[in-house]
């Protein structure tokens, strides 16, 4: 179990939390994708991570007052009352305040060319034009390129494409992140007996240090569970617990997402 | 009194809320990044059919909508020059307002001369990186579908 001491509970706490350095953290991924031990201690760690998020998700019960519990029903029944009468009445009269005058129409008033931004959903609060537009540019692109079939030849156009982004940002002198999530037939990619493109990897790892390939553990269970293949991952692959979980993590994360 | 003011704030959200549900007409207001990177004409004639239906459900008035097109789906309009059937798709949907984008990075990987070898595309419809592109039209709250 020398793997195991490699890092401390702390060290591998912390990457799972994402506080670790830069350099640590590829240290990290280099390390863990090479150690299957290692690995599962790491994913353990990702699924009580989330179970510990998810629980704190749920708002704290209100601290108990003085005052009795039928006093206090009846205090909500009472309130809840006057606000529901209200809830209706604010809802009629905003339809009928709104049904004769074209000129309230907020969303068709605006439909202005250059204002294209404005055209959000109506339910969220939205920030004034000007800073949205400095904190989308002013934010670190964030990028997650999901793929999930093995095409070899569009997976030669989908590394292209990786590249083509990396460069991209690279010349716009932008600090970009830009993880490569593999699942499915897409895990042959980073499978260091299946891949076509194990060199072109290793070679983009080198150039980009802000790209990560993840490859899904699901899929790797699967492949062992229906096929029996033990799958060794390329130099350098990082583990995910689920690929379409890391997904919706990320989108909720405000990461961007695309299909290559 | 604290009570009081938070059932009036309470009174005065529902009735924005009202007049907010009016305002949409069903759907809200969208902006729509489509991703195309394939050039099977089936495929993309099912695309442009999508983007099509997409429109007449939320209203013209109601979404953005841009194409990106970038690897073989700048095929796209290469199809186009030649295929009066995809052409006139293409002109259809321009008509209801929507961009098609091309990558920079294709037309030079693959020498592709945009002027001669693709259909009605002028400088205004290249970006830089097709990739880029979307990731950056995400990021300005454009919702990411590819058909």
Same mark, same amino acid.
């Given at each position: 179990? $020398? ?7 702390? /060290?591998? !706490? ?7 350095? *830069? ?15 290692? !690995?599962? @201690? ?36 009472? /309130?809840?009352?006057?606000? $529901? ?14 049904? *004769?005058? *074209? ?30 537009? &400095?904190? +989308?540019?002013? #934010? ?10 093995? &095409?070899?030849?569009?997976? $030669? ?14 010349? #716009? ?9 593999? !699942? ?11 891949? #076509? /493109?194990?060199?072109?990897? +290793?070679?983009?790892? #080198? ?5 990560? /390939? ?37 989108? !909720? ?5 695309? @299909?290559? | %009194? ?16 009202? %007049? ?11 902006? =729509? ?24 459900? =939320? ?7 841009? =194409? ?39 037309? =030079? ?39």
């Amino acid at each position: 179990m $020398s793997q195991g001491k490699r890092f401390s509970d702390e /060290f591998l !706490n912390a990457f799972v939390d994402n506080q670790l350095a *830069p350099e640590e953290k590829s240290r990290a991924f280099v390390e863990i994708s090479q150690d299957e031990c290692l !690995n599962r @201690q790491v994913c353990e760690l990702r699924k009580m991570h989330d179970l510990v998020q998810h629980a704190y998700r749920e708002p704290p019960a209100p601290p108990a007052s003085g005052i009795s519990a039928r006093d206090r029903l009846r205090i909500n029944l009472r /309130f809840g009352a006057v606000a $529901s009468v209200l809830l209706v009445l604010g809802i009629v009269v905003g339809r009928e305040i709104r049904l *004769p005058a *074209p000129d309230l129409q907020p969303l068709s008033a605006r439909s202005v060319p250059t204002d294209d931004t404005d055209v959000v959903g109506t339910y969220q609060a939205v920030p004034p034009a000007a800073t949205r537009v &400095n904190a +989308a540019e002013s #934010k670190q692109p964030r990028v997650l390129i999901h793929v999930a079939h093995d &095409n070899t030849a569009e997976l $030669s156009q989908a590394l292209d494409d990786i590249e083509g982004l990396l460069t991209y940002y690279r010349n #716009k002198h932008q600090s970009a992140r830009v993880e490569v999530v593999l !699942n499915g037939k897409g895990l042959r990619l980073v499978r260091a007996d299946t891949s #076509k /493109f194990a060199g072109r990897i +290793a070679q983009l790892q #080198k150039e980009y240090k802000n790209l990560t /390939f993840a490859a899904c553990q699901n899929t790797i269970d699967r492949l062992k569970r229906e096929q029996g293949v033990i799958v060794r991952l390329l130099p350098g692959v990082t583990v995910i617990d689920s690929g379409m979980a890391e997904i919706m993590r990320r989108q !909720n994360q405000g990461w961007t997402y695309l @299909q290559v | %009194m604290r009570k009081f003011l938070s059932i009036v704030a309470l009174a005065l959200l529902s009735l924005g809320a009202g %007049m907010a549900a009016q305002a949409a007409g069903g759907y809200a207001k969208q902006k =729509v990044v489509y991703h195309i990177n394939y050039d099977d004409e089936h495929q993309l004639a099912a695309a442009l059919g999508n983007i099509k239906n997409h429109i007449s459900a =939320v209203g013209k008035d109601n979404i953005v909508v841009k =194409v990106v097109l970038h690897g073989k789906g700048v095929d796209l309009l290469k199809i186009a020059n030649s295929n009066p059937d995809m052409q006139q798709k293409i002109v259809n949907l321009k008509g209801e307002g929507v961009a098609f984008d091309v990558c920079n990075n294709t037309l =030079v990987g693959r020498k592709i001369n945009y002027k001669n070898d693709l259909f009605d595309v002028s400088e205004k419809d290249i970006v830089p990186s097709g990739v880029a592109e979307i990731a950056k039209l995400e990021q300005e709250g454009y919702v990411y579908i590819k058909p």
